[in-house]
């Protein structure tokens, strides 16, 4: 490929609504220009990374034996109906319709779709596992989109969907697509942790997110150094911090402490570690009656140290707030503690409440909460002696670096990652709306067991340049990188000897089967060298009239210093070996 085939729309400065480093510089490189909020053209630079994305993602798929095919973008609401999810999903699915005034969506994902391909196709035990997957557009209506390609509107992703006879064949499959993750990601040349999660909306039993470690990642991600635990910080499991409750040693005393609402500053007052005080959040759960109107409401006490904050995933699985909790409204709170928040405690209550304590709380002794009562603390606060014991123990929490590791095998560590890729067991969620069943040996139905699995195809652009650029532009792994190699001849147009062997090198890289971009511009090198800099290409390879005369190409990484000086004839060689490596 030469440049003036090509391409090529760098920009100087990113446009002022870029707000991360990927989506500057996916503007910057002129791989993407914005159409609308959340909507991009992707342009040749960029589509080019996509492809190579794309051709990594089959070549796995195709190899763990899932079969490729092509679900529409737009998709009848009756298959979305029978799941229910035509409603749940909420603003952020794109309902349309069409001409005759019938309901259609702009697909978010194809559950419903594939599950329906499935019920009609696979109807005997022996057409089973299968594994269907594809490529395609999807449209989320995001409130906020934002980050360019990492919270757009609409994007492209892989995802797949595995139908099996029973958990044991479909946790098989599970792993035979966990597995091919991790051979994706690999040769993707990023660095990343496959982490236990939650199954969110999309339900199922279990799930792993695969995360691009980045600083600028919006997941925290929890992981223990000595050994193979890792997890969304949604899931890590929060262990008491105590081994067991030690016994009173202080008097329960109302203590003055005016202005100070908060955890910290009643520790700072008090001269008490902030581990010895303990916080109140109050929610409440609403139960409806056939009209949908409230006829009983139950107002949740949650108790957690004051240096913990509270986890609302953990806290929906607590049997009582699985249906659905709201934060409590300030009359309710008055109503029921007398007070307002910032004082609030387990003692002396106006109304019952139901009390969720933290594992750790429930081990505390001689702790401090709130009286409420305006501008009082309790001190000396014990279980049993000085209030009944929780209603409910529960991890609530999120854990905190140096936790121990739920596994026993040291502390826990967290970094900041960015979610491209999660594996579901689905089980038969989806299967038993929609009554997609197989008939086993004795001739019954029965239904089928699912697994879906996707990855952000676009999103995996702006993750690998949040994880790998400097302040000259991207940086690009050789495998997704648009070209892997830019030859930058200087006086291409003006010297016969420098176009001669430019052009040389161009065909003997092409025959090597490298992916090369012959800069023919004629471009000043200053300029020509920033361009594809910032566009991110693996291996630049300079040629000159001087280092002609002296026999010289000069070769330099992209993250490197410095360039290597090496004979022309060797620059094939030299150049597809580090490649390799």
């Not at 012959?518 to 566009?535: C, K, Q, S, V, Y």
Request: hydrophobic content about 40%.
């Amino acid at each position: 490929m030469k440049a003036s085939q090509f391409f090529i729309s760098t920009l100087k400065e990113a446009p002022a609504d870029a707000e991360v480093v990927s989506h500057k510089l996916m503007m910057r490189a002129g791989m993407i220009k914005r159409l609308g909020a959340g909507i991009y053209n992707y342009m040749p630079m960029g589509l080019r990374v996509i492809r190579k994305v794309e051709a990594i993602i089959r070549e796995e798929m195709n190899r763990a034996g899932a079969v490729e095919l092509l679900m529409p973008v737009v998709q009848p609401a009756e298959l979305w109906q029978e799941t229910g999810r035509f409603d749940k999903m909420g603003p952020e699915l794109m309902r349309v319709k069409d001409r005759h005034d019938r309901d259609f969506v702009i697909q978010p994902t194809s559950e419903e779709v594939v599950t329906d391909i499935a019920r009609q196709e696979l109807r005997s035990y022996k057409q089973l596992p299968k594994n269907f997957y594809h490529i395609q557009t999807k449209f989320r209506d995001e409130r906020r989109p934002r980050f360019g390609v990492m919270r757009g509107r609409e994007f492209t992703m892989k995802d797949a969907y595995s139908f099996d006879r029973d958990v044991p064949a479909a946790t098989l499959s599970y792993q035979t697509m966990f597995d091919a993750y991790k051979r994706i990601f690999d040769r993707f040349g990023l660095q990343y942790r496959a982490v236990a999660a939650d199954t969110g909306a999309i339900g199922g039993e279990i799930s792993h997110e695969f995360q691009v470690i980045a600083e600028t990642g919006e997941d925290a991600i929890v992981y223990c150094p000595g050994s193979d635990f890792a997890a969304n910080i949604e899931l890590a499991e929060g262990v008491p911090l105590l081994s067991q409750r030690a016994g009173a040693t202080q008097a329960l005393a109302k203590t003055a402490t005016p202005g100070k609402s908060t955890c910290a500053d009643v520790a700072m007052l008090l001269g008490l570690p902030l581990a010895q005080t303990v916080k109140s959040l109050v929610l409440a759960t609403d139960e409806l009656d056939e009209r949908g109107d409230i006829k009983k409401t139950t107002v949740w006490l949650l108790l957690l140290r004051g240096d913990h904050d509270l986890n609302e995933v953990k806290t929906s699985k607590v049997e009582g707030l699985k249906a659905g909790f709201r934060f409590a409204t300030v009359a309710e709170i008055e109503d029921h503690f007398g007070c307002k928040p910032g004082y609030l405690g387990p003692i002396g209550l106006k109304k019952p409440v139901k009390v969720i304590a933290d594992r750790t709380v429930a081990r505390m002794a001689d702790f401090v909460c709130g009286a409420n009562e305006p501008d009082f603390h309790l001190t000396g606060v014990n279980w049993g002696r000085d209030l009944p014991e929780p209603d409910v123990v529960a991890d609530i929490r999120n854990v905190v670096e140096g936790d121990p590791s739920p596994d026993g095998q040291g502390v826990l560590a967290i970094q900041r990652g960015i979610e491209v890729g999660h594996v579901f067991l689905l089980g038969t969620k989806y299967s038993k709306d929609m009554n997609a069943t197989f008939l086993d040996e004795t001739g019954k139905p029965q239904l089928m067991v699912m697994g879906c699995y996707g990855i952000g195809v676009t999103r995996i652009l702006g993750a690998a340049i949040e994880q790998n650029h400097d302040e000259r532009g991207i940086i690009w792994p050789a495998a997704i990188a648009p070209f892997q190699v830019a030859i930058c001849p200087i006086g291409y147009d003006r010297s016969v000897e420098v176009k001669a062997a430019a052009d040389a090198l161009h065909q003997e890289l092409l025959d090597a089967g490298m992916d090369v971009i012959l800069d023919d511009r004629g471009e000043r090198p200053g300029a020509m060298f920033a361009d594809w800099e910032l566009i991110g290409v693996p291996q630049r390879v300079v040629i000159s009239d001087r280092g002609l005369k002296e026999g010289a190409l000069e070769v330099q990484g992209r993250r490197e210093a410095e360039a290597s000086k090496v004979a022309p004839a060797e620059v094939g060689a030299f150049v597809k070996a580090r490649l390799s490596a």
